[in-house]
Nanobody, 125 residues
Framework: QVQLEESGGGLVQAGDSLRLSCATS????????MAWFRQAPGKEREFVSA????????KYADSVKGRFTISRDNAKNTVYLQMSTLKPEDTAVYYC??????????????????WGQGTQVTVSS
């Protein structure tokens, strides 16, 4: 079993930066592919970014490419999402997720086994 806890969300203005963290506990963190998803009010959950077990492979949604950076620190059992040049359309609850798929980070939510409770990010215009 893996427990995930997100932190770092908040209210910011357009153009600001924010860093989300996801601390994990339980089974070996380094064996999991990690990802961030988000869900805006009235919308379906969508993929944001993912990173493989050693950080060598990352994926991003087109909407955040060039603005968001995912990283992980296996020594601290933590994955990060650095968000820059935030836009109002980035407003959502951001969820951290863990997958046992190790070859290529999946972008589909159903392939992730463990989920955090989410952290709210609100970007004002």
């Amino acid at each position: 079993q893996v427990q995930l806890e997100e932190s770092g969300g908040g209210l910011v203005q357009a153009g600001d930066s924010l860093r989300l963290s996801c601390a994990t506990s339980g089974r070996t963190f380094s064996s999991y592919t990690m990802a961030w998803f988000r869900q805006a009010p009235g919308k379906e959950r969508e993929f944001v970014s993912a990173i493989n077990w050693n950080g060598g492979i990352t994926k991003y949604a087109d909407s955040v490419k060039g603005r968001f950076t995912i990283s992980r620190d296996n020594a601290k059992n933590t994955v990060y999402l650095q968000m820059s040049t935030l836009k109002p359309e980035d407003t959502a609850v951001y969820y951290c997720a863990a997958s046992e798929v190790v070859i290529t980070p999946p972008t589909q939510g159903w392939r992730y086994t463990y989920w955090g409770q989410g952290t709210q990010v609100t970007v004002s215009s």
